[in-house]
């Protein structure tokens, strides 16, 4: 009885929950009344829009309810991968194919447990639209979660790169306000962010489309569990390795492939910020574990210095990137920038703790990262502006803001008890073990993200409340509060406490490390 | 093989082209005020074509007329293709044409001539029944191209293919003769035997690259790409529709079945020359879209760079290349259908609009129309998860099993360059203000087009692609 009711497809239902939300605010909007042109408005149009949103949050909160499910269906103490699910799709050794492991498991329920307080922080900021946007939303986690649990390459692919489509129309329907020159011509700068991301992207995912097609044509499959035990030859290694790197470098993103984050980033509306951060960023580092380091071992190891060095600069110098910003939301990205070098770094080290170190770090970057976000976003609804200079002395109106706001910037400073110093602590713990001059130049990372992050909550939190347009600024409501407190109790619960998530990395990393290191031994003979 | 037996394999050429006759007397007698009869009654021809190619009562393979004319499974495959594009190109047309008051009874007619020459392309193994295939299609083409005579555009782009088109031709018989002189036969099968016996004989080769010359002109690949724009941009836009869809994919496989079946043993002569085609056509896809602001002009380079990508799956000169040009081929006829319905109904105050500019916040005022174009324009830039994206997966991994890696590498940057004239379509509807709003008189025919082409796109073929890629596998089997 147990086993028949573990053996339902629950990662199929958990990935297509939110499309399925989706269709229905479609037959909503379908069946609205419509004026002679063909327009839904008036209060026929409040009505689609009401319904739109509690779809969302009800599909949303319910993915986070099967994904608890899943999650207590999964069992912890295996390595393997577990509630694998298989269909035929196109033939050929492609099929449909999903599964989750340690490595996944979490970013799943991160992804379920970010969507809904996404919905929220939407509830009333967006006003034009608002079932396209949740259908956006909702199309959206579905792809997301699709990359998490796939566990074929081809698969993968699609829900990889479908994921640009939505964000794509978030960012240029959605995004602020303002022009930009580009190429002589003037455009409006979200429709220029949007672009960016999306052609960048493409062009690294393409790279990885070329390598995929070689690796079936030796292969026969696309199968990720049967290519994890295929020995491609060092040469080739080194190609693949490449051309991976080139979609998930650009993705997480690693200096110098990063600029186009900072554009994504301070055009999208609070919630797209949210899940690009959050969720959007972590399948680069979810795909050089999942991909990188098992299927290409001896390349991942030459390439392991190439990899540091991005990694410190990414950290020290989009530390200092970060330090001359005056939009909040561009100085957030380049300390996601900088907290993605941490995980790359523990990544590549692979060590125990150099990995979970990374796992940590994504994650705990994913609630951190997404509150943080999240505060830009409360003020931006009020003041419509992200300028730094154009606040100062919120703490008097606002001192739960402020607190909450205090938190999460030390919790990206990487304060003990919060989440976000576990994740450095144990990449560095890692790099110590591999080479110490990394550990070190890692280390001013933190020195300087004290420095920005800081220096941000001074200058908008502190000083005298001198600005007019500041005046009549109100506390954050009842719905934000919540939002950030569910954020801040998994920062603060995983800081205090991190090993329950650990544990469950654990035996899946130290699969990994043991098929890396066979492999690493094998080659050596070679 | 009697004749009555022979004749009962070729039953679906036979009832297009005796129904085309018998529906042109008709029309003849009864005047253009039978054109919308007579349209019904072609694509009943077409379909009674599709069911009669389908449900063959004889084996599935047969060789005909002393080895001209060849039924198999890619014949089966690429005619089915056809005639449905076919009929649906007849379906559509009809609202424009009462619209611009120009219903005439020749121009279905004339589209099954056309397909009827398309047909003996697809099936034929002889230079001699090549030739008539390609010059019965491209006689119907050219009077199609015209067919709105009053309209200066209209005529002139009827005048340019036809004029470029002769030359074409002449590059293609230049080169049979050729063939013919060095090999002694017009037979595929006797050619491909003295080929793979004698190697690389350089008459022969030379005579190769004239009828590939030739060949590529009909499918509007670079550098022999010119007349598409303003064919495409002059001709009436049912029309455009038409000859971006099946003459292509009539043209595709004739050069599949021309280049593999009987120069297989001299395919390292050949490669190389697609190859370059292959990229030039990509190449003039991806950037000379990017200025365009008509949408017809805009579909004609993406055609072009749509070639280019079938033609990389064709280098590759496996089975794995020819079953990935006829999924590519196959998805690319539908979702160029789909865009000319949405283009078609791109109308104001009783007139076509063809500025891209007009697409203007589309999702603000005609939220059905911008869907089902969001989707077609993400499939034609290859994103996934719609179809057009697995299309350029299996032509990718064809040439990168034919060792071809670098075309594969070229072909994946065309791709990503050519996104962005797609995405800039998607951002005008998406992104900007709205525009004055497009009529919503568009007839069923249309809508149904749009929406069966879009929803083809995504979910229906992303569900099913493993049908199509067995039916293609199937059918570029035949060839080996």
Not at chain 1, 244 to 254: D, Y
Not at chain 1, 360 to 371: C, D, E, P, T, Y
Not at chain 1, 456 to 472: H, Q, W
Not at chain 2, 47 to 71: E, M, N, Q, Y
Request: hydrophobic fraction near 55%; proline fraction near 4%.
């Amino acid at each position: 009885m147990i086993e028949s009711f573990a053996e339902q497809p629950w990662l199929s239902l958990l990935t297509f929950a939110p499309m399925i939300g989706a269709i229905f605010i479609v037959i909503s909007r379908m069946m609205a009344k419509k004026n002679d042109d063909g327009i839904i408005d008036g209060p026929d149009l409040e009505q689609v829009e009401r319904n739109a949103r509690m779809i969302a949050l009800a599909f949303t909160v319910g993915a986070f309810l099967i994904s608890l499910g899943v999650f207590a269906l999964y069992d912890s103490s295996l390595a393997g991968f577990q509630l694998v699910e298989e269909t035929a799709w196109l033939g050929g050794g492609i099929s449909y194919k999903l599964g989750v492991d340690g490595i996944s498991i979490l970013f799943v329920l991160l992804t379920t447990f970010i969507m809904p307080i996404c919905i929220l922080a939407s509830w009333d900021s967006i006003k034009s639209r608002v079932a396209d946007y949740m259908i956006a939303f909702l199309v959206l986690e579905t792809l997301m979660i699709g990359v998490f649990v796939s566990l074929d390459l081809f698969l993968f692919y699609v829900f990889f790169e479908g994921s640009l489509i939505p964000m794509f129309l978030i960012i240029g329907v959605w995004g602020s306000k303002g022009t930009k020159e580009f190429a002589g011509f003037t455009l409006p700068s979200r429709v220029y962010a949007a672009l960016k991301f999306f052609l960048y992207t493409l062009i690294g995912s393409l790279f990885l489309l070329v390598a995929m097609a070689w690796m079936y044509a030796q292969a026969g499959t696309t199968d990720i569990v049967a290519l994890q035990q295929v020995d491609f030859p060092a040469g080739a290694q080194k190609w693949l390795w490449l051309a991976f790197f080139a979609s998930f470098a650009v993705k997480m993103p690693m200096w110098p492939f990063h600029t186009w984050l900072p554009d994504a980033h301070v055009q999208a509306p609070t919630a797209g910020s949210i899940v690009l951060a959050a969720i959007l960023l972590k399948m680069g580092g979810y795909g050089f574990l999942r991909f990188s380091l098992p299927m290409f071992p001896l390349a991942s190891a030459d390439f392991a210095p190439f990899i540091y060095a991005l990694s410190i600069i990414a950290i020290i110098y989009t530390s200092l990137v970060a330090l001359a910003q005056e939009d909040m939301k561009k100085l957030i990205a380049y300390s996601s920038v900088a907290h993605m070098g941490f995980a790359t770094m523990g990544i590549f080290t692979v060590t125990k703790q150099g990995i979970e170190g990374g796992l940590f770090q994504m994650l705990s970057h994913g609630f951190i990262s997404g509150a943080l976000f999240l505060c830009v976003g409360i003020v931006y609804k009020r003041m419509h502006t992200r300028e730094i200079a154009a606040y100062g002395g919120l703490v008097h109106r606002m001192p739960l803001y402020a607190f909450l706001f205090l938190f999460f910037t030390l919790a990206n400073v990487g304060l003990p008890g919060t989440s976000g110093f576990i994740g450095e602590i144990l990449t560095l713990i890692g790099a110590f073990k591999v080479n110490s001059w990394i550990a070190f130049f890692a280390t001013f990372g933190v020195i300087l993200s004290a420095a920005y992050a800081l220096r941000l909550f001074r200058e908008v939190m502190y000083g005298e409340l001198v600005k007019p347009a500041l005046m009549s600024i109100t506390d954050i409501d009842r719905r934000e509060l919540l939002c950030l407190g569910a954020l801040m109790a998994f920062t603060l619960y995983l800081g205090i406490n991190p090993s329950p998530a650990l544990d469950v990395f654990s035996p899946s990393v130290d699969l990994l490390m043991e098929n890396y290191d066979a492999a690493l031994a094998a080659g050596a003979l070679r | 093989m009697g004749i009555f037996e022979t004749l009962s394999f070729a039953a679906p050429e036979l009832v297009l082209v005796l129904g085309a006759m018998a529906l042109l007397i008709t029309g003849v007698f009864i005047g253009d005020k039978s054109a919308k009869q007579i349209g019904y009654a072609c694509v009943g021809l077409l379909l009674v074509a599709v069911l009669l190619v389908l449900f063959s009562p004889t084996a599935p393979t047969a060789s005909l007329f002393d080895g001209a004319f060849r039924i198999d499974a890619f014949s089966t495959f690429s005619k089915v293709i056809i005639y449905l594009a076919a009929a649906v190109a007849i379906l559509m047309s009809d609202q424009y044409f009462a619209g611009e008051k120009l219903r005439r009874f020749e121009y279905p007619v004339l589209i099954v001539l056309a397909v009827f020459g398309m047909s003996l392309m697809v099936s034929a193994t002889d230079l001699i029944s090549l030739y008539m295939g390609i010059e019965t299609q491209s006689l119907a083409l050219y009077i199609l191209a015209a067919f709105k005579r009053d309209s200066r555009r209209s005529t002139e782009a009827g005048l340019k293919y036809f004029v470029l088109g002769a030359l074409s031709t002449c590059l293609l018989l230049y080169g049979a003769s050729l063939i013919y002189g060095f090999t002694g036969s017009t037979s595929f099968e006797e050619i491909a035997r003295i080929a793979s016996m004698e190697g690389a004989n350089v008459g022969l080769i030379f005579g190769l690259v004239f009828l590939i010359s030739g060949l590529a002109f009909k499918v509007s690949a670079a550098p022999f790409h010119m007349w598409t724009p303003d064919v495409y941009e002059g001709a009436p836009t049912p029309v455009a529709a038409f000859f971006s869809a099946a003459p292509k994919l009539a043209g595709m496989a004739l050069f599949a079945r021309v280049l593999v079946s009987s120069f297989h043993g001299a395919l390292g002569d050949w490669q190389p020359v697609l190859a370059m085609i292959a990229v030039a056509s990509m190449a003039v896809g991806a950037f000379s879209a990017i200025p365009q602001s008509n949408i017809k002009r805009l579909m004609a380079y993406s055609s072009i760079g749509h070639m280019g990508y079938a033609l990389i799956g064709l280098s590759a000169g496996t089975a794995q290349g020819v079953k990935s040009v006829l999924i590519y081929m196959t998805i690319y006829v539908a979702m160029t259908i789909g865009a000319f319905a949405c283009i078609l109904m791109m109308r104001r105050r009783g007139g076509m609009t063809e500025n891209i500019a007009d697409l203007s916040g589309l999702t603000k005022t005609n939220m059905p129309l911008a869907i089902i174009l969001t989707v077609l324009l993400f499939s034609l830039a290859g994103v996934p998860p719609t179809a057009g994206f697995f299309g350029k997966w299996y032509v990718f991994l064809a040439a990168v099993e034919a060792k071809l890696v670098w075309l594969a590498i070229v072909g994946v940057f065309a791709s990503a360059v050519s996104a962005y004239y797609y995405l800039r379509i998607v951002w005008f509807m998406w992104f900007d203000e709205a525009a004055e709003p497009f009529e919503r008189d568009a007839g069923p025919a249309l809508k149904l087009t749009a929406w069966g082409s879009a929803l083809l796109m995504f979910p229906v073929l992303t569900i099913f692609m493993g049908r199509l890629t067995e039916l293609a596998g199937r059918a570029a089997a035949a060839l080996f």
